[in-house]
């Protein structure tokens, strides 16, 4: 769908701190979901001294932590403190480690697409070991793994309003989720949702971040020494599409938490020898060059042959027949006006697996667009000749 963005008449974070008093001003509990990464630190601060300011009741505030299990060493240290600074005003600190469903790009390749973090059974080869007050078991979970995170907090947050620091500004995708929520049309993680800071780009984030000297995870800063771009600095899970990208960078960072994670997931090494590859969705200047010049392909005749005459080879598993039958009818509505670049963005997402069909989302947008801009120029050019 189209985004449509409107320049507001107030700077974000004043526009955020409106939208938190709003929230809290319903007298409903209210959860902050909290991940110890840059955005959720600025959702959670803003919080705070709204609540040291008096503004807002503290009791009434519950932040959740879904420990991931697989996470840095910097970010269990930043839950640690907002713990105890959030205790201390008088609001909830929920540190949870339970077998709930994570996406899994390198499960994929197993013919599954998720893990299941605190597995129980394999205690032995657990990444981290949770502290002695996080909470292991919840009757709202479905037990094991049959619940990711997002479902699990909608479900305990179903007595209030659950409060994320998602923002657009992160991908199109996200850009296109909040535009939905606003026409009440979110879906499940939309419903009693509120998004206080989705408005902010990245140099908000970071400026705000510096302007109240708030400390964050070490994890950044080590990323950003070994070159990931600033846009690119996410701390989430390891194995899924958003966070498999930082994964290759633990072993020289961090080389104690490398050995833990590939004790934790065998096929950690793939994003060591195969990053620069379809398996990843990459297509980079380097790789081409290392490959030379390929035959040419006729990326629509693949597509076609992935999707109808060899579907079971790549949407054979039960959970991936959603994502066969949402390519499916992407093809049939849309071939005719997609290139064959267009054709080889979505083959590369069908070899690679696209559980949450974000990639396809993705190419909604870019092949809508595209046909727009196509469709005014040409219209310009008759009207020209009309005159």
């Not at 959670?44 to 932590?65: C, N, Q, S, T």
């Not at 970010?75 to 600190?93: D, N």
């Not at 499960?107 to 059974?121: K, V």
């Not at 070899?351 to 947008?365: C, E, F, I, N, V």
Request: charged share 25%; glycine share 6%.
């Amino acid at each position: 769908m189209a985004v449509k963005r409107i320049e507001g008449t107030i700077d974000v974070v004043t526009a955020a701190r409106q939208r938190l008093l709003n929230v809290f001003s319903n007298g409903v509990p209210v959860y902050l979901s909290f991940s110890a990464g840059k955005d959720s630190l600025c959702l959670v601060h803003l919080v705070y001294e709204l609540i040291r300011a008096g503004k807002i009741d503290p009791k009434l505030l519950v932040a959740l932590f879904i420990d991931e299990e697989a996470i840095y060493d910097s970010m269990e240290q930043m839950a640690l403190r907002w713990r105890k600074r959030l205790i201390a005003v008088g609001a909830q600190f929920r540190w949870y480690c339970l077998p709930v469903k994570q996406s899994s790009v390198l499960h994929y390749l197993q013919s599954t697409e998720s893990w299941i973090t605190w597995e129980p059974g394999k205690e032995d080869c657990w990444v981290r070991q949770p502290p002695p007050f996080a909470i292991m078991r919840s009757p709202y979970l479905e037990y094991p793994g049959q619940m990711n995170y997002q479902e699990f907090c909608q479900t305990i947050a179903r007595d209030g309003i659950q409060i994320v620091g998602l923002r657009g500004a992160e991908s199109i995708q996200r850009a296109e989720f909040l535009s939905r929520v606003a026409l009440g049309k979110g879906g499940i993680t939309g419903r009693n949702c509120q998004y206080p800071i989705y408005d902010w780009r990245d140099r908000d984030v970071w400026l705000y971040i510096k302007e109240h000297n708030l400390d964050f995870p070490d994890a950044y800063i080590h990323l950003y020494q070994v070159g990931v771009p600033k846009r690119q600095l996410r701390l989430c899970n390891f194995f899924g599409s958003e966070g498999i990208a930082g994964l290759r960078w633990i072993a020289e960072t961090d080389p104690q938490l490398w050995q833990q994670v590939e004790k934790r997931e065998p096929n950690a090494y793939l994003t060591l020898l195969y990053w620069d590859s379809e398996m990843f969705k990459r297509r980079t200047r380097k790789r081409r060059e290392l490959e030379g010049d390929e035959p040419l392909k006729d990326y629509k005749a693949e597509c076609k042959r992935m999707i109808f005459t060899e579907s079971a080879k790549f949407f054979g598993i039960e959970s991936m027949k959603h994502v066969h039958s949402a390519y499916r009818a992407f093809y049939v509505r849309n071939s005719g006006v997609m290139t064959q670049e267009h054709f080889r963005i979505m083959h590369d997402a069908i070899l690679a697996g696209d559980p949450k069909l974000r990639s396809l989302r993705a190419l909604y947008t870019t092949v809508y667009k595209e046909y727009a801009d196509v469709s005014r120029a040409d219209s310009s050019r008759k009207g020209g000749e009309t005159v």
